[in-house]
């Protein structure tokens, strides 16, 4: 097994014991950071940025040069698979994610193929590879894609969208077309997380940050089930470490139960979970990830450290928690209020984990 000096995050998602509790921060690296914004203006797109392996390492190793962060996630994004269909994305101020060609049709459908992760998708491959040999085994890099059902919503929307209408009418009168739509995203999306662990991710997150528009029925049809087929089909070991598959679903707390059950080994929670309840309900099987409100990094830093405390109070003693927000860090918060936050977790967790030597001996191999 290959030494990490800190494998904090590994071990929390697993669900065993650590000395404090892991923290890292959803976007991490992005706009909220100057040396962000410089490179992504010398790169001269959000696309050229992502599409440059090392431009793609450096903005991914900044956010760990200012703060104590207990994992690296690879700088990217969930719509490289339909970018690498040919579907032509480009991010606009102010607008967000947009798409040259939609995918509204059968034929349309028809033109989609797998993406060969190590071709059309390389470029995500040779950050990754790059990202490990910088990061020098110091904390583990994340791996990360959208659930089939998320891209599907960029890919049939154009982009961002408000009532889902197109994808939604897609759903109700067309369902057989959905479906193989869905299909063919869960082999690229299974294709592409393998083709990361084997370029060095560590650890992996699938975001479904739209499957709470979908009834609850038709969330385990259209969401769910896809995400499940990922992770049945995923490498389990690399490095001949397990690789812990985290599954996060904006608005997904009144599944919980449902989503314990999809074969992940962590849920990452919104903030409008308490996580109390969550690790209640499900804290058996799944460790939990989260959830503190992005809109506290707006504080002062004792209201920072004070709603910190809560979550780890809430989550109380005992492993199986990664501390991180609740969804995306704001691009306006101040950098310094991240250090509050990241020293504040590492500080106070403490006193919610046994600081018992004998813990060292239960250990990631199978
Ligand atoms: O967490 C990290 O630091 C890794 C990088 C990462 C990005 N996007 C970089 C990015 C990750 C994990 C994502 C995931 C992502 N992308 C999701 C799922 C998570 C979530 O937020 O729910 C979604 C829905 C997307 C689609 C997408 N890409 C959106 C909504 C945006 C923001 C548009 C905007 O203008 O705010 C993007 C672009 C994007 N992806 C940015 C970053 C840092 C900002 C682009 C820029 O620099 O201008």
Redesign the pocket.
């Known amino acids: 097994m290959v030494e990490l000096a800190n494998d904090r995050v590994l071990r929390a998602l697993l669900s065993l014991p650590v000395d404090k509790t892991p923290i890292w921060?959803?976007?991490?690296?992005?706009?909220y950071l100057p040396e962000?914004?410089k490179v992504?203006q010398q790169a001269g797109s959000?696309m050229k940025?992502?599409k440059t392996p090392e431009l793609a390492c450096e903005?991914?190793l900044q956010?760990l040069a200012r703060f104590d962060l207990d994992a690296a996630?690879?700088?990217?994004?969930?719509?490289t698979i339909p970018d690498a269909m040919g579907l032509e994305l480009s991010?606009?101020?102010?607008?967000?994610?947009v798409f040259a060609n939609t995918v509204r049709d059968e034929a349309a459908v028809n033109k989609l193929f797998v993406p060969d992760p190590e071709t059309e998708l390389k470029y995500v491959c040779d950050a990754i590879r790059l990202c490990r040999q910088e990061l020098n085994n110091k904390v583990p890099l994340?791996g990360?894609s959208?659930s089939p059902w998320?891209i599907a919503t960029?890919m049939v929307e154009g982009g961002?969208s408000k009532h889902f209408s197109t994808i939604k009418s897609m759903l109700y009168r067309s369902p057989e077309l959905l479906h193989r739509l869905l299909d063919i995203l869960t082999q690229s999306v299974t294709a592409y997380l393998n083709a990361q662990i084997a370029a060095g991710a560590q650890a992996i997150?699938i975001?479904d940050?739209?499957g709470s528009v979908l009834t609850a029925e038709y969330f385990r049809i259209f969401s769910l089930a896809y995400i499940q087929t990922i992770i049945e089909n995923l490498t389990k070991m690399a490095e001949k470490r397990r690789v812990p598959v985290v599954v996060?679903i904006?608005g997904g707390g009144r599944w919980m139960e449902w989503i314990a059950d999809c074969g992940c080994d962590a849920i990452g929670l919104d903030w409008t979970v308490q996580i109390a309840k969550a690790k209640r309900m499900v804290g058996e099987r799944v460790a939990l990830q989260g959830n503190l409100d992005p809109a506290v990094l707006y504080a002062e830093p004792e209201v920072i450290r004070q709603e910190a405390e809560k979550i780890l109070e809430s989550y109380g003693e005992g492993p199986g928690h990664v501390f991180n927000l609740g969804?995306?860090?704001l691009?306006d918060v101040p950098p310094e209020n991240v250090k509050v936050l990241v020293d504040a977790v590492h500080e106070l967790s403490e006193n919610y984990h046994q600081q018992d030597e004998d813990d060292d001996e239960e250990t990631l191999e199978e």
């Open positions: 921060i959803m976007r991490q690296a992005g706009r962000y914004r992504r959000f940025l992502c903005v991914t956010p996630i690879i700088f990217s994004d969930i719509l991010i606009v101020e102010g607008k967000g994610p994340i990360f959208g998320t960029y961002t997150m975001f940050t739209w996060f904006k969804h995306g860090i691009p």
